[in-house]
């Protein structure tokens, strides 16, 4: 009997973290409206549609629970979000990979992803191993496992970041069929092996037409559309093979309408045909060999012609073609300036509280997803701080290293200015990081706003990026009265 073909589906699910590092709320967002801010609108739009998506056969309506079928991978700010303000999503989150674990030979749908989405190419050794090591625990803390895989945010990746990946245990990564030499043509998701010294990594490349079309055309209006592009790219495959679609989650909901429902329906579809199978990554290289190898010489992405370029320079990716990106690249400076303090002011004071900061540091991550009196105590005893007060600190060390780390995320160079809500995230953590840091050093501030001055918006109402910082700051102080 011929083997069938394999679909996979991935969704990358992620908001940056929206709320104010103060006080943990986020402020009125009248984009969004009516609702207060895009977390919540998008809560409602694709989150909840994707936990009970809606389709009907005649008279008949059948609820489903999309992730249950989706391969996914949900951002650690989002899910910390959902966690408080998401509660129904977050169960429908967390019951599907379970349910898929049953379903699929305990390889459930969730993988991993770096904690706070900054391009993992554009970090230093320490950073990246951080990134990963925050994203793992704080998966293992919410789905009771360890991942199998990690989504790199934006597909960013080099052979530095194959390589962390490796070193940390993880099996398997999801890049564009762009992004490297995949040593075998076609349309298939390989599984490709890449290897470099005594480390090897599997890439799945994901189908970037059909990806796209899904993302950015009209295919996700009728799921019986989608169902059968699905299916008929699909069968342009050999038998065993596996076709992989990948974008962003709030596709399904958010950016597409009725993407939820129509996604249900397809896979309706997709699951009463005998020739293909809905499987995930983590299954189907449970079951098939690397097929292939997988090589790459430089940095690329999923989201920008050039590398990584448009992350740090004013390389031509842009919506608006008369506005500058000039200001790019002090703005990354600024945070790299920002995010090099803090890891020196860790290295200094957290080094005699802990038996090894470096190795207490990678695991706070269990703290920021549950800081109870119990796990306080599991971490501390593990980590054999000295006393109360060594605690205390490393606590408020742990909450500057995340917000330097913040003031990384990816969203803030992404669009054509920084003085949207994605430039203001960034700004916010970094001055927040700068005002802990203050409190064991002489602070760095003079200096971030004199680079900041250097950073000039295309905005009238902005001007500069130091102005809008020290906007954000006197905002945040009255909001704390």
Known sequence: MTEPRYIIIHGHFYQPPRESPWTGIITNETSAAPFPNWNERILSECYNANAHAQTMEGSVVYVRNNYETLSFNFGPTLCSWLQRHGKSAYRAICRADEASRRQRNEHGNAIAQAYNHSILPLLDARDRELQIAWGTQDFVARFGRPPEGIWLPECAVDADTLATVARAGLRFVILGSDQGHFSRPGRDSGPFSWRHDDLELVVFRFDRPLSGSIAFSDLLRDGAALGSALVDTALEIEPGQALLVASDGETFGHHKRSGAAELARAIRLLEQRDDVIVTNCGEYLASHQSCGRFEIDSPSAWSCAHGVERWRS?????????????????????MDFVRRHCNAVYDRFAAPLVADSGLALKDAA??????????????FAQHRAKDDAAREQLFRLFEMERAAQAALTSCAWFFDDFGGLEGRVALRWAARAVELAAELTPSIEAEVLQQLRAVHSNRRDIGDAATLYLSIKTREARGRV
């Open 314 to 334: 004013n390389c031509g990716c842009r919506a608006d073609s008369h506005t500058s990106q000039d200001w790019r690249e002090p703005l990354r400076g600024t």
């Open 366 to 379: 269990r703290l920021f997803v549950d800081p109870s009196p119990a796990v306080q105590e599991e971490f």
